[in-house]
T-cell receptor, first 111, second 113 residues
């Protein structure tokens, strides 16, 4: 059975800190790993990773995938209160045509 | 502006009643999905549909039913057989087979008492 585990489940830091969120997975015939940010309602897409070792970057956010060790990390530098959200990791297996989500990491940034 | 519209935002029902959640998209996506979100459990897949008039059960389909008569619409019915229906329900769509990410609606929060 495909499985995604995120850690930590909850994280509280001060504005300006750097955070690293973890996602490990077990999936048959890995196809892609995705990160989403969920503030109140609809999760919004951040990154899709398919190749090992290639960093995806968007402003202060970056993510990288390790297909050998079966994990991904999401880094946020110089955090702001607007980064407070639940961050979701999901994986898709070849031919599965559906995503399996982790439990999410609730990130709180205090001013 | 293209997007996914879920309605209503909040829904309250008495136990034993069936209830239907609406999901409409104008993104011209073939694939649509229903997920359920409970605290501490992430998103779990209820049903998905890759094409009109076809749909498959997800991981937690018991007590739910769907239809896909039009490309734009994928309503979810929560039946009285669903043991714990109170949850946040998210609808999503995508272009299947092109490594394209899911686009989500704003969700419906269902409370059954």
């Amino acid at each position: 059975e495909d499985k995604v585990v995120q850690s930590p489940l909850s994280l509280v830091v001060h504005e300006g800190d750097t955070v690293t969120l973890n996602c490990s997975y077990e999936v048959t015939n890995f196809r892609s790993l995705l990160w989403y940010k969920q503030e109140k309602k609809a999760p919004t897409f951040l990154f899709m990773l398919t190749s090992s070792g290639i960093e995806k970057k968007s402003g202060r956010l970056s993510s990288i995938l390790d297909k050998k060790e079966l994990f991904s990390i999401l880094n946020i530098t110089a955090t702001q209160t607007g980064d407070s959200a639940v961050y979701l990791c999901a994986v898709e297996g070849q031919g599965a045509q559906k995503l399996v989500f982790g439990q999410g990491t609730r990130l709180t940034i205090n001013p | 502006d293209g997007g996914i519209t879920q309605s209503p935002k909040y829904l309250f029902r008495k136990e034993g009643q069936n209830v239907t959640l609406s999901c409409e998209q104008n993104l011209n996506h073939d694939a649509m999905y229903w997920y359920r979100q409970d605290p501490g459990q992430g998103l779990r897949l209820i049903y998905y549909s890759q094409i009109v008039n076809d749909f498959q059960k997800g991981d937690i389909a018991e007590g739910y039913s769907v239809s896909r008569e039009k490309k734009e619409s994928f309503p979810l019915t929560v039946t009285s057989a669903q043991k714990n229906p109170t949850a946040f329900y998210l609808c999503a769509s995508s272009i299947p087979g092109l490594n394209s990410p899911l686009h989500f609606g704003n969700g419906t929060r269902l409370t059954v008492t």
